[in-house]
């Protein structure tokens, strides 16, 4: 089983700064990475797919990067609705996985 | 508009059975690959189980196999999660999402899960 790792746990960010989300993975999934976040009450929401193609209607202030076992979800201006949890996925072999997830709130 | 509406999730002695459903709407449901993936409140998402658009690949999390079964009905638009031999680990909010992808040659090519359900929610206790 790939598995996936999350850092930080936490990220406390000022609004207008910069998240930088990491994902590592326990062996290569090439670009066969996805990001989602996930807001409290709500079921996850796709951002990214192929570590850098953003799902439909993505802010342009998202943006994903990496291959193999490194990847980023960068958030270059944070906004107040950005608050939520992110998870990465990998699905390039079974069983897919996800990370344990990051937490952004504003600091 | 695209729709996934998870029924079915019920308190259940350990032990016991379930049988989760998903129906589908807004979208030609046959043509595509379906996942159920669950969540235990305050906790992180757990991939659980994958088919195929026609039905004929499964895939399941080591953690439910031999206990779960996934299916589909295409002409009702509908995805199921059959559940047996319940423990107490399995109470999670359940949710389907679904799973596009391409094929080229013997190559699946996959896009992430890009539409999901609100969830069902199974509590597995005594």
């Known amino acids: 089983e790939i598995v996936m790792t999350q850092s930080p746990a936490t990220l406390s960010v000022s609004p207008g700064e910069r998240a930088t989300l990491s994902c590592r993975a326990s062996?290569?999934?090439?670009?066969?990475l996805a990001w989602y976040q996930q807001k409290p009450g709500q079921p996850p929401r796709l951002l990214m797919y192929g570590a850098s193609s953003g799902a439909s209607d993505l802010p342009p202030r998202f943006s994903g990067g990496g291959s193999g076992t490194e990847f980023t979800l960068t958030i270059s201006s944070l906004q107040s609705e950005d608050i939520a949890v992110y998870y990465c996925q990998q699905y390039h072999d079974w069983p897919w996985t996800f990370g344990q997830g990051t937490k952004v709130e504003i600091k | 508009e695209v729709l996934l509406v998870e029924s079915g999730g019920a308190l259940v002695q350990p032990g016991g059975s379930l049988r989760l459903s998903c129906a589908a709407s807004?979208?030609?449901?046959?043509?595509?690959?379906m996942n159920w993936v669950r969540q235990v409140p305050g906790k992180g998402l757990e991939w659980v189980s994958y088919?195929?658009?026609?039905?004929?690949?499964?895939h399941y999390a080591e953690s439910v196999k031999g206990r779960f079964t996934v299916s589909r009905d295409n002409a009702k638009n509908s995805l199921y999660l059959e559940m047996n031999s319940l423990r107490d680990e399995d109470t999670a909010l359940y949710y389907c999402?679904?799973?596009?992808?391409?094929?080229?040659?013997?190559?699946?090519?996959?896009?992430?899960?890009?539409?999901w359900g609100r969830g069902t929610t199974v509590t597995v206790s005594s």
């Open positions: 807004g979208f030609t449901f046959s043509k595509y690959n």
């Open positions: 999402a679904k799973v596009p992808s391409n094929t080229s040659g013997f190559k699946i090519y996959y896009y992430g899960m890009d539409v």
């Open positions: 062996q290569s999934v090439s670009s066969d």
């Open positions: 088919i195929s658009a026609g039905g004929d690949t499964l």
